[in-house]
């Protein structure tokens, strides 16, 4: 259902723009369809929410958070038990939060009309990305007094985890812009007509992809029991990467805008909308097996615009 009142709306407004809709309220004798074409373009900052995903990273990094207060603890009662001589213990983690910020710009083609009402065609594109970090380092002073294999020694461990994704979602999209009040003689009714309500839809579609790494150290120095020097070393690394496909789907707007006529060529606008969009996103080509699958991710959100139109 939601897809064919989208494709209806998008028909809709291409018949607006190339002038083949007349009624009784909107001919194109009366409104001069062609006399105001304009090209414009301009940035895009707009919050999805990707919910979904987000809250999964979260829900990872909570547990790698209890999960360190839980050694905080057990390392400080190591230490009050006299098992080591001293010990230092940092930890930090860094996790997204929804909605996630996004930035990216528009361009395409407005029809303006003679009483004020507006249709216009555009592409878009967003880019949407987050990341996640995680890392602790430990560094332990061990008591040697009760050990028999050596007779000082210390030990550093440091864990690295770094989550990150990108997504570029584009848009092919149709909206039809209505001002909330004609020009009148008196000066706030003029204001006014500067404000509009916009109603529109598109087609989404996009890409990305999702990297996650382990990283970890381990150094064990000191003396043993016998005088002599060691230094046992060890590192691992390991990265795991997938390709993500946003399939392509309809979505809504409405919201509102303000635009400005700077001179007869030139046109300043602003916009507020909401975007309704769900998408499928279809994790691929990983080189771990439980990297692929697909999830029904939350698109939706404020999205804000602005930028200059010119007139022909």
Excluded: C
């Amino acid at each position: 259902m939601k897809k064919i009142i989208i494709i209806s709306v998008i028909t809709l407004l291409m018949v607006v723009m190339s002038g083949g809709f007349e009624s009784e309220v909107i001919a194109s004798e009366q409104w001069g369809l062609w006399d105001n074409l304009e090209i414009y373009g301009g940035p895009i900052y707009s919050r999805p929410a990707v919910s979904e995903f987000v809250g999964e990273i979260e829900e990872v990094f909570e547990l790698v958070e209890e999960g360190e207060e839980l050694r905080d603890e057990l390392l400080e009662e190591n230490f009050e038990a006299g098992l080591y001589n001293d010990y230092d213990f940092d930890y930090n983690t860094e996790k997204p939060e929804s909605p996630v910020g996004s930035f990216g710009f528009q361009v395409g083609l407005s029809n303006r009309l003679t009483e004020g009402y507006q249709a216009k065609v555009n592409y878009s594109m967003m880019n949407i990305g987050f990341s996640a970090r995680g890392e602790n380092e430990i560094w332990i002073d061990f008591d040697t007094e009760d050990e028999d294999d050596f007779n000082e020694a210390e030990l550093d461990f440091t864990n690295e985890l770094d989550i990150d994704v990108n997504m570029r979602l584009h848009g092919a999209e149709a909206e039809f812009s209505i001002p909330l009040l004609m020009r009148g003689e008196r000066d706030v009714v003029n204001i006014l007509s500067h404000f509009t309500l916009n109603i529109g839809a598109g087609y989404y579609w996009g890409s990305g992809d999702y990297e996650v790494s382990f990283y970890e150290y381990e150094r064990f120095t000191g003396e043993d029991a016998d005088g002599e020097e060691f230094d046992e070393e060890e590192e691992d690394e390991d990265d795991y990467s997938a390709e993500i496909e946003l399939e392509g789907t309809g979505g809504l707007n409405i919201g509102g805008g303000f635009n400005y006529e700077i001179d007869n060529n030139i046109l300043f606008f602003a916009d507020i909308n909401y975007r309704y969009l769900e998408m499928d996103m279809d994790f691929s080509n990983s080189n771990q097996e439980d990297l692929n699958g697909v999830i029904n991710e939350d698109f939706s959100g404020l999205e804000f615009k602005a930028g200059f139109g010119y007139s022909f």
